[in-house]
């Protein structure tokens, strides 16, 4: 079954990063459109010509902006299991590993991995269960981050933190009952855990963690958004790594 992207990050980041089997479907012609099918072309990605209704059908929303991706092979996914990304970081000091017990919003994961992308998170895990997945929202939310950060599905987290302390690394938590971010030592292996959006992370989760990190504010709100701060929490823990770089 073909994956639809829309949105001309999403796209444009797909068809560059290749190889992708599928069709490429546009409506209205703009620069930026004619820039999408030249990629495609170049990428031996079929186009198709479609009116408007169409792109709307193939994503359930007008939000297409005249053109959709139908990707049967090369899409974003998980790239195996567990074990073995870990067994492709290694014994790499500073690694990062984020994982998201529980995100419900697509917007909010896409933004996340928009952010993870940008500072270098090494694996980000999800849940089989209760979490969204990788969707059309998702990549074009990340404005196509979603296709370079590694990902894999777990079905259980609880499990997969005990691992994670078995090959070295810290798991921190993200609760507003926490020590703040920049008084803990974020060096080293890190593990991040966010919760999902309102009801944070779940019990078996929480007591996996070693240590409960928090953001500090001043302002009347509760607490910020997920999607913020996991790019706070993530700058933190790069700061205090010294911004590796791995590539």
């Known amino acids: 079954m073909a994956k639809h992207v829309f949105g001309y990050h999403a796209i444009e980041e797909l068809l560059r990063r290749g190889p992708v089997e599928g069709t490429l479907f546009v409506g209205r012609r703009n620069e930026r459109i004619e820039r999408l099918v030249?990629?495609?072309r170049k990428a031996g990605v079929e186009v198709s010509e479609v009116d408007e209704p169409h792109l709307a059908g193939l994503v359930g929303s007008t939000a297409h902006k005249g053109a959709v991706l139908a990707v049967s092979r090369g899409a974003p996914s998980p790239k195996g299991d567990l074990a073995s990304e870990l067994d492709a970081i290694g014994d790499r000091h500073s690694a990062l590993v984020l994982v998201l017990d529980g995100i419900t919003d697509p917007q909010n994961l896409g933004a996340i991995l928009r952010s993870a992308d940008l500072l270098g998170v090494d694996l980000a895990v999800l849940p089989s269960r209760r979490s969204v997945q990788e969707t059309a929202t998702v990549a074009r939310v990340s404005a196509g981050a979603s296709a370079y950060v590694p990902l894999v599905v777990v079905p259980n987290v609880p499990a997969a933190l005990v691992l994670l302390k078995d090959r070295g690394f810290w798991v921190y938590?993200?609760?507003?009952?926490?020590?703040?971010?920049?008084?803990?030592?974020?060096?080293?292996?890190?593990?991040?855990?966010?919760?999902?959006?309102?009801?944070?992370?779940?019990?078996?989760?929480?007591?996996?963690?070693?240590?409960?990190?928090?953001?500090?504010?001043?302002?009347?709100?509760?607490?910020?958004?997920?999607?913020?701060?996991?790019?706070?929490?993530?700058?933190?823990?790069?700061?205090?790594?010294?911004?590796?770089?791995?590539?």
Do not use: T, W
Not at 213 to 228: E, L, T, Y
Not at 239 to 245: D, I, L, V
């Open 173 to 247: 938590g993200a609760d507003m009952q926490g020590d703040p971010c920049h008084g803990v030592d974020l060096a080293g292996k890190v593990c991040l855990v966010l919760g999902g959006e309102g009801a944070g992370m779940h019990r078996l989760v929480r007591e996996r963690c070693d240590a409960l990190v928090a953001i500090p504010s001043v302002g009347h709100v509760d607490s910020f958004n997920v999607s913020v701060a996991a790019g706070i929490l993530l700058y933190e823990v790069r700061r205090q790594q010294g911004f590796p770089r791995h590539g």
């Open 38 to 40: 030249e990629l495609a």
